[in-house]
């Protein structure tokens, strides 16, 4: 029973969703509405969660002095936002968005940025051209880095078209290759999760 | 209070120093992972944890929580009854921090991912069909160089494809298409490496673009972190010498 009703609920939920596609109708509507106040619900709680779940982390944390002041700053950030928020409301122009703008956007923008180095430094180490595989990798990562930057077009005016080229062709072929074989793995998978197959969710 | 806060967080020196001490404190660990680094890791963590709560109470909570609970004590109809029913089934979701009792959050997770199995099936087969109406297009596209595209996308495809999803042995026919899949996905790799290396440079720029907008802020606060790393590593911390002893 602690696997088979969850599996039930999810299979009637799921044909219900389903076939709404297909049948229309007052009925169904109502029903549809029914499930989806019940998804909107889980969503409060996943909030309450995720707030119990910080806390309690942030709370260990201190209490085993774990990098016990960083998470002493941590919470007081959290703190501090909330106050603002409650204390200013979140419309521009406020103290919240203040903070937003002039703290939240430039560390993300930086902590983002920092990947540039890392990301040049795993290509130095280990960009070589030993197979005809790598090589074409390797001259289709640089013809499109050349096409996007002003030293490219001086080298030679075709290069930002062949990057165009490139980023068109294909590229978009690869990409749409891939894109299909997520679509018919999630179609799979879901239809597993459906008949009650595949128990990864249920921590089996 | 209002005023104070004003004075706190909308002044032009916050404005100024704030962006500069962000970039140059997450900047400084590209010489060594250090304290300055942390900080702004913890205050970065922070403020995003608490616009994330706010905007989730604004959006999720407040219309999905607190008004139906309101209307409720307001007039209580009999179909409220299932929003309760349907929150104590969610509230189960808290078990999953329990090890002897964690099973019983699968009630509601069973709900949830056969419900999201119901929604994602028609649409991925709706977008499946998408993608290949959008492929079938006709070869002339009014110039050689959008020709060239339309058959490479049609070959490319086609041919990583064959590499993906053909269980044969890859021999023959069937092997070179296969080959030629793998290359169209080696120009996609390093299309995708290009792309994400020049935005990253892109994000770089516009950090280095704010240091130059405000030198004086910039020169300052840089002397202070350097400052700072020198007599960190060189006084405070200690880096732990291993002689041949230690592993004895």
């Not at chain 2, 205050?43 to 994330?52: A, K, R």
């Not at chain 2, 030629?180 to 020049?198: D, E, K, L, P, Q």
């Amino acid at each position: 029973m602690k696997k088979e009703i969850p599996i039930f609920m999810g299979l009637v939920a799921g044909v219900i969703w389903y076939t709404e596609f297909f049948i229309a109708g007052l009925f169904y509507e109502n029903l549809k509405l029914f499930f989806a106040n019940g998804l909107r619900i889980g969503g409060v709680v996943g909030v309450m969660i995720s707030i119990y779940s910080v806390s309690r982390q942030m709370y260990m944390k201190i209490k085993y002095n774990n990098e016990r002041y960083y998470s002493f700053l941590r919470i007081s950030m959290i703190l501090l936002m909330l106050f603002l928020g409650a204390k200013r409301g979140m419309s521009p122009g406020t103290p919240f968005m203040s903070m937003f703008m002039n703290v939240y956007v430039p560390f993300q923008a930086t902590v983002f940025s920092l990947l540039a180095f890392y990301i040049a430094s795993a290509a130095y180490r280990s960009f070589k051209a030993k197979s005809l595989e790598s090589a074409v990798l390797l001259v289709a990562s640089v013809i499109v880095m050349m096409g996007k930057i002003p030293l490219g077009e001086a080298i030679w005016d075709k290069i930002p078209l062949f990057g165009e080229w490139i980023l068109d062709a294909p590229s978009s072929a690869g990409r749409r290759a891939i894109i299909f074989g997520g679509y018919l793995g999630s179609i799979t998978m879901f239809i597993r999760i459906f008949f009650g197959l595949e128990r990864a969710h249920l921590s089996e | 209070m209002d005023a104070l806060l004003d004075s706190i967080f909308l002044n032009n020196f916050f404005f100024r120093w704030m962006p500069v001490l962000a970039t140059l404190m997450i900047m400084s660990f590209l010489y060594r992972d250090n304290p300055l680094y942390k900080i702004g890791e913890n205050i970065f963590i922070g403020v995003s944890l608490g616009y994330g709560w706010l905007m989730s109470w604004n959006y999720v909570i407040r219309p999905f929580f607190i008004m139906p609970i309101n209307d409720m004590i307001i007039e209580f109809k009999a179909s409220d009854i299932f929003i309760i029913l349907w929150f104590l089934l969610a509230l189960t979701m808290f078990f999953r921090f329990s090890r002897k009792r964690g099973w019983v959050a699968n009630y509601y997770y069973g709900f949830f991912f056969g419900y999201a199995a119901g929604y994602v099936i028609p649409i991925t087969v709706q977008n499946v069909l998408r993608q290949s109406t959008n492929l079938m297009q006709p070869l002339n596209q009014g110039s050689l160089y959008e020709s060239s595209k339309w058959f490479v996308i049609i070959f490319g495809t086609f041919s990583a494809l064959m590499y993906f999803f053909f269980s044969k042995p890859h021999k023959g026919i069937l092997g070179k298409t296969a080959r030629a899949g793998i290359v169209i996905m080696m120009i996609f790799f390093g299309a995708a490496f290009g792309s994400t290396v020049m935005g990253r440079v892109a994000l770089f720029i516009d950090r280095t673009l704010v240091l130059v907008d405000h030198p004086f802020e910039s020169v300052i606060s840089s002397l202070i972190i350097i400052a700072f790393l020198i007599v960190y590593f060189k006084f405070i911390k200690k880096e732990k010498q291993f002689d041949d002893q230690t592993f004895v």
